[in-house]
């Protein structure tokens, strides 16, 4: 159970908390998640809570996504360049922050619109590039299975939280201040592909 509850919150603070602390769990738990934070703001800043139905699908596509690479990654199912990962995920912010663009009415009719898939698939990147901090804090000759799972919660309950700071931050400056939906959009957007941009072109010489 302290396991459990160790990696849970190692899971959690890997994507909630900025800060570094003593431990060796808790030192990889405040490796920089910028790039999770940038793609969760690139995929659900369109939305609203209103639309918190395709919120909870966009998120749980997203979620199995990473899921199954983290999994498979960790018990060595699927090997990877680590350098590929690492440069891929702010592609994949790149990706998600210019297909904003394109929405413009904000009246999401599809029942399955391509953003869902895009969740998924990028997820599966994602995924690999959690497994590699988790790998590196996981013995050999442990049952990973307890703490894989107690990981992958911590994961998403950290992401749970970030996506609930962005619908808050939306509802204050869009509903409240009545800024402009569109133009909130373009602007975040914007913002998160130039950080993204920067990410990808600084670990382009890594590869």
Do not use: C
Not at 39 to 66: C, D, M, N, P
Request: charged fraction near 10%.
């Amino acid at each position: 159970m302290n396991d459990f509850r160790l990696y849970l919150e190692t899971g959690f603070q890997h994507i909630a908390n900025w800060r570094g602390n003593a431990s060796l769990l808790q030192q990889l738990a405040s490796i920089p998640t910028s790039d999770h934070i940038l793609f969760l703001i690139a995929l659900t800043i369109r939305y609203q809570f209103a639309e918190w139905k395709k919120i909870l699908i966009l998120v749980t596509a997203f979620t199995i996504g990473h899921s199954i690479t983290l999994a498979l990654s960790v018990l060595h199912v699927v090997s990877y360049s680590v350098s590929w990962i690492e440069f891929l995920i702010p592609v994949t912010i790149l990706i998600t922050a210019f297909s904003n663009l394109f929405v413009k009415k904000f009246v999401f009719k599809t029942k399955f619109p391509p953003i869902y898939f895009m969740a998924l698939f990028f997820g599966l990147i994602h995924g690999l590039g959690f497994s590699s901090y988790l790998k590196s804090i996981l013995g050999k000759d442990q049952n990973i299975v307890t703490q894989l799972l107690a990981f992958n919660i911590g994961l998403e309950l950290g992401q749970i939280l970030i996506v609930l700071i962005i619908l808050i931050i939306s509802f204050i400056l869009v509903s409240l201040i009545k800024i402009n939906r569109r133009e909130y959009l373009l602007f975040i957007s914007a913002a998160v592909f130039a950080l993204a941009l920067n990410m990808a072109l600084d670990r382009v010489h890594s590869l």
